[in-house]
């Protein structure tokens, strides 16, 4: 069974600021993918990042990039140039390779200010 | 291309009742998965849809069911409502193939109410 915890259930940063989020993750598969998620508040599910647990090089999608640590079981999303439209939840989520079957964090809301 | 549509959007029953919420994956997609997401629960796999077969199916009762079809739309039927079968009911499709390793593109939701 796969497990995604994301323990910063909040956070807050300004327009044209860098911000991190968390996850760490738990799997006995070796081949598996993570993902990145966001959902504004028309709840639309928005792919935001996609990583391959095989690939050491980490993924960058414009201002999204994530820092995987696989050792650690570590995936964390650093969203660079804040814009207001970034703001929405975020979810983090691992699938294994065998399977379209997703298994998501709780979540971090985050709000981009003035 | 087209997204992932699902229809209803949004969708009022009371108890005892039975509901049925459609998917329509992105065009070439096989595969189609439901997700139930609450306050309390998050967000929770339900089943996937694989060229007409279920593949995989997660802790829900048998209430819960879903079929595909031959061009990949995709229902989902609850029966017997109760109270906490209110939620936001997800469809997502993947451009994944026998081996694997799809990503999961997801329909705009149907919102669920059981009075």
């Known amino acids: 069974a796969q497990t995604v915890t994301q323990s910063q259930p909040e956070m807050s940063v300004q327009e044209a600021e860098t911000v991190t989020l968390s996850c760490t993750y738990d799997?006995?598969?070796?081949?598996?993918?993570l993902f990145w998620y966001k959902q504004p508040p028309s709840r639309q599910m928005i792919l935001v990042i996609r990583?391959?647990?095989?690939?050491?090089q980490n993924a960058t999608e414009n201002r999204f990039s994530v820092n995987f640590q696989k050792a650690a079981k570590s995936f964390s999303l650093k969203i660079s140039d804040s814009q207001l439209g970034d703001t929405a939840m975020y979810f983090c989520?691992?699938?294994?390779?065998?399977?379209?079957?997703?298994?998501f964090g709780t979540g971090t809301r985050l709000q981009v200010t003035l | 291309k087209a997204g992932v549509t699902q229809t209803p959007r949004y969708l009022i029953k009371t108890r005892g009742q039975q509901v049925t919420l459609s998917c329509s994956p992105i065009?070439?997609?096989?595969?189609v998965s439901w997700y139930q997401q609450t306050p309390g629960q998050g967000l929770q796999f339900l089943f996937e849809?694989?060229?007409?077969?279920?593949?995989n199916k997660g802790n829900f009762p048998g209430r819960f069911s879903g079929r595909q079809f031959s061009n990949s739309r995709s229902e989902m039927n609850v029966s017997t409502l109760e109270l906490g079968d209110s939620a936001l009911y997800l469809c997502?499709?993947?451009?994944?193939?026998?081996?694997?390793?799809?990503?999961?593109?997801f329909g705009p939701g149907t919102r669920l109410l059981v009075l």
């Open positions: 849809y694989f060229s007409e077969t279920q593949r």
């Open positions: 065009s070439g997609h096989r595969s």
């Open positions: 799997t006995s598969e070796n081949n598996y993918y």
């Open positions: 997502a499709s993947s451009d994944r193939g026998l081996a694997g390793g799809g990503t999961q593109y």
């Open positions: 990583q391959e647990a095989y690939k050491q």
């Open positions: 989520a691992s699938d294994t390779g065998t399977a379209s079957k997703l298994t």
